[in-house]
Nanobody
Framework: VQLVESGGGLVQPGGSLRLACEVSGITFSNYGLNWYRQAPGKQRELVAGITWAGATNYVDSVKGRFTISRDNAKNTVYLQMNSLKPEDTAVYYC?????????WGQGTQVTVSS
């Protein structure tokens, strides 16, 4: 099982980024996936999740600004991030629970700064 994130970078406050996480080694359409983030000196937190059926959930701090989605044909989950704030700066990780094991991607850095 592999999770590979892409799409991070440096963006100004108010800007947008789209993260992608391509998953291999599983029947992608059968599983939910999550995005977590970890800022320097802080605990890793759940940002958004999407079930196999497409139901979504978000942490309060990103509701209305971030959108999680999935493309089962591409084995990819996305995180569209709009109206970015400096406090969104963190390493973002894709997360999967499969066969009772937890899998993480390598992480992608998002920096929001002017």
């Amino acid at each position: 099982v592999q999770l590979v994130e892409s799409g991070g970078g440096l963006v100004q406050p108010g800007g947008s980024l789209r993260l992608a996480c391509e998953v291999s080694g599983i029947t992608f359409s059968n599983y939910g996936l999550n995005w977590y983030r970890q800022a320097p000196g802080k605990q890793r937190e759940l940002v958004a999740g999407i079930t196999w059926a497409g139901a979504t959930n978000y942490v309060d701090s990103v509701k209305g600004r971030f959108t999680i989605s999935r493309d089962n044909a591409k084995n990819t989950v996305y995180l569209q991030m709009n109206s970015l704030k400096p406090e969104d700066t963190a390493v973002y990780y894709c997360h999967l629970v499969y066969n009772y094991r937890t899998y993480w991607g390598q992480g992608t850095q998002v920096t929001v700064s002017s």
